[in-house]
């Protein structure tokens, strides 16, 4: 069988365009363009992309971090509803925990709507525990966030976890006709 090879990449400048039409298609504007660049400009975020192979003009999703004293928090994840449902939110999910782990964080947490049973199956998956909730945090909807934690991503352990997490994304890919490369360029 043929496998397409996916990459995760750091967001530039050139990627701007593509990203608030993901953006737009996911979150129906949630970010700015100014907002993009403030991530690209600041040492604390990680904001990365994954390119749709062989097509400069689109991207398959996107995941951001913000490093915040130990914590690690999630701040966007998305994945273009073409592309939902074939394990790549797992792939983006695993880079941003990675880069939790290079940045010596101690854990990872997000929000998200108590409605939102893909996203809390996806965050379950690489061991977050719902930790508590904030009342009415959607102000359009009222809908109350779960806050969902990882501990332990700065334990000794954590490397092997990472690998497991590898193994279990690229076989899931697989399913799809996807490989991915674990590394993404840093420059
Ligand atoms: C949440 C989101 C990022 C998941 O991305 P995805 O690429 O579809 O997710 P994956 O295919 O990697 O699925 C990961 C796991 O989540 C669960 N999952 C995914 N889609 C699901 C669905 N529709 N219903 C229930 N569980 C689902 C499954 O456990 C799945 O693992 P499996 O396929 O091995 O069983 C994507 O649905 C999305 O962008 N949604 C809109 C934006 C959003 O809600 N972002 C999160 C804000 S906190």
Same mark, same amino acid.
């Given at each position: 069988?043929?496998?397409?090879?996916?990459?995760? &990449?750091?967001?530039?400048?050139?990627?701007?365009? &593509?990203?608030?039409? @993901?953006?737009? #298609?996911?979150?129906?504007?949630?970010?700015?363009?100014d907002?993009?660049?403030?991530?690209?400009?600041?040492?604390?975020?990680?904001?990365?992309?994954?390119?749709?192979?062989?097509?400069?003009?689109?991207?398959?999703? @996107?995941?951001?971090?913000?490093?915040?004293?130990?914590?690690?928090?999630?701040?966007?994840?998305?994945?273009?509803?073409d =592309? &939902?449902?074939?394990?790549?939110? &797992? @792939?983006?999910?695993? *880079?941003?925990?990675?880069?939790?782990?290079? $940045?010596?964080? /101690? +854990?990872?947490?997000?929000e998200? +709507?108590?409605s939102?049973?893909a996203?809390?199956?996806?965050?379950?998956? =690489? *061991?977050?525990?719902? #930790?508590?909730?904030?009342?009415g945090?959607?102000?359009?909807?009222? /809908?109350d #966030?779960?806050?969902?934690? $990882?501990?332990?991503?700065?334990?000794?352990? =954590?490397?092997?976890q990472?690998?497991?997490?590898?193994?279990?994304?690229?076989? +899931?890919? $697989?399913?799809?006709?996807?490989?991915?490369?674990?590394?993404?360029? $840093?420059?």
């Amino acid at each position: 069988m043929t496998t397409i090879s996916l990459q995760l &990449q750091l967001l530039t400048e050139d990627d701007l365009p &593509q990203v608030l039409e @993901l953006d737009q #298609a996911c979150f129906g504007g949630l970010w700015s363009k100014d907002g993009y660049l403030r991530e690209m400009a600041s040492p604390n975020s990680t904001l990365l992309i994954l390119p749709l192979p062989n097509d400069g003009d689109r991207l398959m999703g @996107l995941g951001c971090l913000w490093s915040i004293v130990e914590e690690a928090h999630v701040t966007i994840m998305a994945v273009h509803p073409d =592309f &939902q449902g074939q394990g790549l939110g &797992q @792939l983006i999910l695993l *880079g941003l925990l990675r880069d939790a782990w290079l $940045r010596g964080l /101690e +854990r990872a947490t997000l929000e998200v +709507r108590e409605s939102n049973t893909a996203a809390i199956a996806l965050y379950e998956k =690489f *061991g977050f525990q719902v #930790a508590g909730k904030r009342k009415g945090y959607y102000q359009t909807t009222g /809908e109350d #966030a779960l806050i969902m934690w $990882r501990k332990g991503i700065n334990e000794q352990k =954590f490397p092997e976890q990472l690998n497991k997490w590898e193994k279990m994304v690229g076989d +899931r890919l $697989r399913q799809n006709s996807w490989r991915f490369q674990s590394e993404y360029n $840093r420059e």
